[in-house]
């Protein structure tokens, strides 16, 4: 394959001409590249929209630049649950087209998939005209997408060996230390100094509120509006979830936290640094809504959903300061990374006040 002589060779994160070659040989006769251009900036993945000749476009996913944490941003996973999900049921997702485990190509595994027409909706600037009807019918798309991936056939879908739900919450709150602790070490590296106490208190709140386990679900883990493509007309639907690279087998109710954590309000008086500020729109689900109407779906229990929701906010929080590290040590592609860091305080205080609360609402 060849490359477009005007294409610059140096796009961050992506070796144009080796891609080309590999590309050549893993989807034969798809043409030369005409343009590439960064569709996400890698606060979780890097997302890069392909054009080829005749104008098809695809889209390429690898791991970020720079501070990675350990275990995170695993393309053969996230690979693997698209293609399984893309074989039939209700969850809509993009097809998958080729995966490379070898790093010499780019700099990283990756895969490609095809582009989805749809679009992200993520700021109140993009709510500009929609009606409250549509963002109600928004709101219903992205909870019926949700349900409909906890109640997923993990055995038929292939995906029974996908994750250890056993024990799923308890080596979370493990697993997310750890990767507190790397990034706190990789901050320091930068010279930076940040204090934090109230990291420490919530991870023993929590330690000490551990759920029991229940049956292996299918989670996103990453949950959110602004993690979907959405179409308006001629009805408001979820045309694919994206953004795959924390998904597992565990409890369905750490995706349910987490998607409330990120569902801005009207009335909130603690903004975050990341996540659909849309939602605060009129005509919207409010937070309690969305949650009842997802219990209608799939017919769970939410007695706990303050510890998911606080659990939730602990899980952002450590995400949140792995962006971090890395816009210190100018690793980011994009814009909006200098404001992520400030986010961290927030959702560790808001965690303590759920729980303090006992309630969500």
């Known amino acids: 394959m060849t490359v477009d002589a005007e294409l610059p060779a140096g796009v961050p994160g992506i070796d144009v001409p080796r891609l080309a070659d590999w590309l050549a040989r893993a989807l034969p006769g798809s ?3 005409t343009a590439i ?68 190509v780019i700099g990283a595994r990756f895969y490609l998939m095809d582009f989805v027409d749809g679009r992200v909706l993520r700021t109140t600037e993009d709510a500009a005209g929609l009606t409250a009807e549509q963002a109600r019918g928004l709101s219903e798309a992205l909870a019926r997408a949700l349900a409909a991936i906890h109640l997923t056939d993990v055995e038929a879908a292939g995906l029974g060996d996908f994750g250890r739900p056993a024990g799923y919450m308890e080596r979370q709150l ?73 998904s597992t087998l565990g409890d369905p109710l750490s995706d349910l936290g987490l998607t409330l954590v990120y569902w801005a ?29 997802y219990a209608e779906l799939t017919g769970f229990d939410l007695a706990d959903l303050d510890f998911y929701v606080a659990f939730a906010c602990f899980k952002l929080a450590v995400i949140l300061e ?22 961290v305080p ?16």
């Open 265 to 293: 309000e009207a009335t909130d008086g603690d903004k975050l640094p990341v996540g659909a500020t849309i939602t605060a729109a009129p005509g919207f689900h409010s937070r309690r809504e969305f949650a009842e109407r």
């Open 37 to 104: 251009d960064v569709i996400s900036g890698g606060r979780s993945n890097l997302t890069y929209g392909i054009t080829l000749d005749g104008g098809r476009r695809i889209v390429l996913r690898r791991p970020p630049l720079g501070h990675v944490l350990p275990t995170a941003h695993d393309m053969g996973r996230e690979y693997r649950v698209l293609s399984a999900l893309g074989k039939g049921g209700d969850v809509p997702v993009p097809t998958t087209l080729a995966f490379c485990d070898d790093e010499e």
């Open 174 to 246: 493990r697993r997310w230390g750890k990767q507190w602790d790397s990034s706190r070490e990789a901050i320091l590296a930068t010279g930076a100094e940040r204090d934090l106490p109230e990291y420490d208190r919530l991870a023993a709140r929590l330690g000490e509120r551990l759920p029991a386990d229940g049956p292996a679900r299918l989670v996103h883990g990453d949950f959110r509006l602004d993690n979907a493509l959405a179409r308006i007309e001629p009805e408001p639907e979820i045309a694919a979830v994206v953004d795959w690279e924390m």
């Open 322 to 343: 792995g962006i971090h590290a890395r816009f210190l040590q100018k690793a980011t592609v994009g814009e909006g990374f200098e404001s992520v860091g400030a986010g």
């Open 346 to 361: 927030v959702l560790l205080e808001r965690a303590h006040r759920t729980l303090d609360a006992g309630s969500v609402w």
């Open 31 to 33: 043409g030369r590249i």
